[in-house]
């Protein structure tokens, strides 16, 4: 998943715009040798909106050779995550995320160690309760 599309993705559940990115896996890919465009509202290489952190174009040209391979997205307003796997973020509503579980909370597992602590505790749909209750 490119860092560009944190600017476009917003909570599919309370809405919210801008999402958290965890990262826990990332690779470089070859650098474009153009800028094909800049974010318009939120930089997520840099964690905060354009106008307040002004990503210079050599760093929105670094910011389009990264791919996260595998990371966390996270609401904080409803304590949602959405997990990276393989490249891919999965952010499907709730009543579909709940009726085949087992990715995402093998998922979970493989990262336990590295998921913030609210997540853990009151993280929705799935948390550390969830596992417990998946043993």
Do not use: T
């Not at 599919?12 to 800028?35: A, G, T, W, Y």
């Not at 990715?103 to 596992?131: D, H, Q, T, V, Y």
Request: overall charge negative; hydrophobic content about 35%; charged content about 40%.
């Amino acid at each position: 998943m490119k860092f560009r599309l944190m600017d476009l993705l917003a909570c599919p559940m309370c809405k919210k715009f801008p999402l958290k990115l965890i990262i826990f896996k990332m690779e470089d890919r070859e650098k474009p040798k153009s800028l094909p465009s800049k974010c318009p509202l939120y930089c997520a290489l840099k964690g905060g909106w354009v106008k307040d952190v002004n990503p210079s174009d050599e760093e929105c040209l670094e910011c389009f050779s990264k791919e996260v391979v595998e990371g966390l997205i996270i609401c904080e307003d409803c304590y949602r995550w959405y997990p990276i796997i393989d490249e891919i973020p999965h952010m499907l509503p709730d009543d579909q995320r709940v009726m085949d579980p087992d990715e995402e909370l093998e998922f979970m597992r493989k990262w336990l160690e590295r998921f913030p602590k609210e997540i853990l505790e009151k993280g929705r749909p799935f948390n550390e309760a969830s596992l417990k209750e998946k043993k």
